[in-house]
């Protein structure tokens, strides 16, 4: 693993202190290796089988590369939204709409911040509360992102569409984005991991950093629909203020392997939590949603709601955990989860917990799963629709109640819209 970093060292963004860490962080993944099953938050992801090796970096996109990754972003279905593309982890302005920012909103690459005289503070965007091997492994090989701030009040009239593209085959991309929203600001972001045309076996590691300020408000789709044979490991750290809202919702269906870990603070009193998940997955797909929810004050509310869909040989992993600190009175946290299993060999495995530390709380969680209702099937085919429209129709329903939390039209139907599209590929 050393060779790794040593070979990629002179592409990597900053000096002084943040080489340091990038260093540090990286003897930290050395320690630890690739999270494998006895590391209990890995248990049913262990990427020593699944993954085996990080590849090297992937190259800086050249001329027929960004040919490609534009074709790719040609069919993106999120229209009126303001995009920051990146490509193979690198951020492309040119492909950014920067000038069609609204007032309010600042983007800055993350390489221009890393590279401003190596400073304590760029140093510091490549440390976050949360200890993992691939969050470290991250800070070490970041070699781009997005550093975006709301001001204090701003309403945004479109959303912000960060979009992963990727164009190398065989090769890893590091990103690592800041998402700070200020006081009393309101704003919609979504983010896309797509593959341009022959894109293939690659990695895609993943940071994403968002603050919430007191009495904001932010809504986020997270749509993963890399190329069927990528990997995908996506760390988000959150802290949401006092009074604030944030409603979070992720939709994976591409990818061979893909894992998205949470670390959510409830750092302010009154705030309001809404994660909602769909797993779309089919042939050997693996697809992982890891969640832990810290409510650190009193008089928070959070609720996880997640779907999966799982066909064929897929593997569908659901990990939530709810912590109620012993100050945190008056918390309200709920959690389900529930698997739809479309084949014999399909496979879900759901851990909800709870860690609760008050006593003046009520919180509770859920899991099921099973196949199809024969009877619905048999009532919908009597009315002669064929035996995959009827499940289509089923499996529409059973993954609406996670979309319809997607308080944008436009955003709700195009992610229903993907959803479809996965179902018509099972036709």
């Known amino acids: 693993m050393s060779n790794l970093f040593a070979a990629a060292r002179d592409r990597l963004p900053g000096k002084g202190k943040v080489a340091d860490t990038r260093q540090q962080a990286f003897e930290a993944f050395e320690r630890a290796g690739l999270p494998h099953r006895r590391i209990e938050e890995w248990k049913y992801t262990d990427l020593r089988a699944l993954m085996r090796e990080v590849k090297g970096l992937a190259p800086r996109p050249d001329t027929t590369a960004l040919a490609r990754a534009k074709a790719a972003l040609a069919r993106l279905a999120i229209r009126d939204a303001a995009r920051l593309v990146l490509v193979d982890g690198i951020f492309v302005p040119e492909f950014s709409d920067l000038a069609g920012l609204e007032a309010g909103v600042s983007v800055q690459a993350l390489r221009e911040v890393l590279e401003d005289a190596g400073s304590q503070a760029a140093a510091d965007l490549l440390t976050v509360s949360a200890t993992d091997a691939m969050i470290s492994l991250n800070a070490a090989m970041a070699t781009d992102g997005v550093v975006v701030g709301i001001a204090d009040g701003a309403a945004l009239a479109r959303p912000l569409h960060i979009v992963h593209v990727a164009t190398a085959g065989s090769a890893s991309s590091f990103t690592r984005s800041q998402f700070t929203v200020g006081k009393g600001a309101r704003a919609t972001l979504v983010e896309s991991f797509v593959a341009a045309d022959g894109a293939r076996a690659y990695q895609a590691n993943d940071a994403l950093v968002i603050t919430v300020g007191d009495g904001a408000e932010l809504s986020q789709v997270r749509l993963v629909a890399d190329a069927d044979d990528a990997i995908n490991i996506t760390s ?149 629709l064929p035996e995959k429209a009827a499940q289509a129709l089923l499996i529409q329903a059973f993954v609406g109640e996670a979309i319809e939390a997607i308080a944008d039209d436009g955003l709700r139907e195009a992610v229903m819209a993907a959803a479809e599209n996965w179902l018509e590929a099972r036709v």
């Open 236 to 384: 988000q750290i959150l802290s949401v203020g006092a009074k604030a809202k944030l409603n979070l919702v992720n939709m994976t269906s591409g990818g061979a392997v893909s894992r998205l870990q949470g670390f959510i603070t409830l750092a302010g009193q009154g705030s309001e939590l809404a994660v909602n998940g769909v797993n779309l997955l089919k042939g050997t797909q693996h697809g992982d949603t890891t969640l832990v929810v810290d409510h650190a004050v009193p008089n928070c509310t959070s609720r996880e709601v997640f779907r999966a869909v799982v066909d064929d040989r897929a593997h569908s992993v659901f990990q939530g955990r709810i912590i109620v600190r012993p100050d945190a009175q008056k918390t309200d946290g709920k959690m389900m989860t529930r698997a739809l299993l479309l084949s014999d060999e399909a496979e879900a495995d759901n851990k909800p917990e709870l860690e609760i530390f008050a006593d003046d709380v009520s919180c509770g969680h859920g899991a099921t799963s099973g196949a199809l209702d024969d009877d619905l099937l048999f009532y919908l085919r009597a009315r002669g």
